[in-house]
């Protein structure tokens, strides 16, 4: 019975093991693979050094490494500080800025489009919404 517990455990730790960086920070690359950053699942965005240098709190309200607020998601659309909508995302991934041009696509693979549908980088498994602000509102430049 003891070497059954002992095997379950091994077991177990070793699942824990391999899941676990999934569940951690999601790294950011640009177009040549290139780690540029991460985000957290709390919305902890990082630079490439690991310095914080942004924020997405649990309201939508977008915050940069000082905690001064400078901007806010509600749902899929996104607001400057002055409450005007300077973009949005639909459903298929499509990112638009405040005046419904087409600014880019972040496909369910992770890779980000530009509006001449060439590749600016790759994120996977982070929100579309928190990818939309880095890379297409720079809300952390």
Known sequence: MKALRFIMMVLLMALTANFAPQAGAQTIRDANHHNIGRISPNGTVRDNDSRPIGFFDRDGVIRNKNSKQIGLIKG???????????????????????????????????????????????????????????FFFHFFD
């Open 76 to 134: 899929l659309q996104i607001y400057n500080n002055d409450n005007e909508r300077i973009g949005y995302i639909l459903n298929d991934g499509t990112v638009r800025d405040g005046e419904s041009r087409i600014l880019g696509n972040i496909d369910r693979s992770g890779k980000i489009y530009n509006a001449d549908k060439k590749i600016i980088g790759y994120a996977q498994s982070v929100r579309y919404e928190w990818i939309a602000c880095y």
